[in-house]
T-cell receptor, first 112, second 116 residues
Framework: GQQLNQSPQSMFIQEGEDVSMNCTSS?????WLWYKQEPGEGPVLLIA?????ELTSNGRLTAQFGITRKDSFLNISASIPSDVGIYFC????????????FGKGTKLTVNP | ETGVTQSPTHLIKTRGQQVTLRCSSQSGHNTVSWYQQALGQGPQFIFQ???????GRGNFPPRFSGLQFPNYSSELNVNALELDDSALYLC???????????????FGNGTRLTVT
């Protein structure tokens, strides 16, 4: 099935470092979402973006909806051990269906 | 706590068998979607139900079917199980209509299905 191009696939960082990950698509989306998934749990919504160029923050997390509507990035500042998990981007096209297209995820490991 | 409960948490079935997975959503969440998440992959959209009718489907064969009930619960049924059906199955729900942001999609913790 279709998936967004998400990079990097994995990251190993030291506590306190900043993190950046992004997601690209060959198609236009009118909504971009970022989720975090921890072992044994379902994805949890972190940030939702609805307009091209929109920049939204949630605590130490900041995400942007690309101007072309074909990409988005997520930044995490001053990482802490509990940031460990898999981060997924997801896009939704205009229309009645709730169908979200997900990336393959970025696995984040934070060393204390 | 998302208010979306899935059962069972784990399940082992044999190829060719049938399986029913269940999901219970918050009151008022009249849109429910099911996703399949293979190991190391992002979730893939299976289908969506709104007010007990299917109104969106991903690239999955007809042996994947669903039901939504008036009490905000739903089921995913898979017939003639294949080895590749082994995955985490996620249920997600939200209120409808409304922009996604004012009513975010809440995921359950999933059912881990293993087909042997």
């Amino acid at each position: 099935g279709q998936q967004l191009n998400q990079s990097p696939q994995s990251m190993f960082i030291q506590e306190g470092e900043d993190v950046s990950m992004n997601c690209t698509s060959s198609s236009i989306f009118n909504t971009w979402l970022w989720y975090k998934q921890e072992p044994g749990e379902g994805p949890v919504l972190l940030i939702a973006l609805y307009k091209a160029g929109e920049l939204t923050s949630n605590g130490r997390l900041t995400a942007q909806f690309g101007i072309t509507r074909k990409d988005s990035f997520l930044n995490i500042s001053a990482s802490i051990p509990s940031d460990v998990g898999i981060y997924f981007c997801a896009g939704r096209r205009q229309g009645g269906s709730e169908k979200l297209v997900f990336g393959k995820g970025t696995k984040l490991t934070v060393n204390p | 706590e998302t208010g979306v409960t899935q059962s069972p948490t784990h399940l082992i079935k044999t190829r060719g068998q049938q399986v029913t997975l269940r999901c219970s959503s918050q009151s008022g969440h009249n849109t429910v979607s099911w996703y399949q998440q293979a190991l190391g992959q992002g979730p893939q959209f299976i289908f969506q139900y709104y007010r007990e009718e299917e109104n969106g489907r991903g690239n999955f064969p007809p042996r994947f079917s669903g039901l939504q009930f008036p009490n905000y619960s739903s089921e995913l049924n898979v017939n003639a199980l294949e080895l590749d059906d082994s995955a985490l199955y996620l249920c997600a729900s939200r209120r409808n209509p409304g922009p996604l942001g004012s009513s975010p999609l809440h995921f359950g913790n999933g059912t881990r299905l293993t087909v042997t």
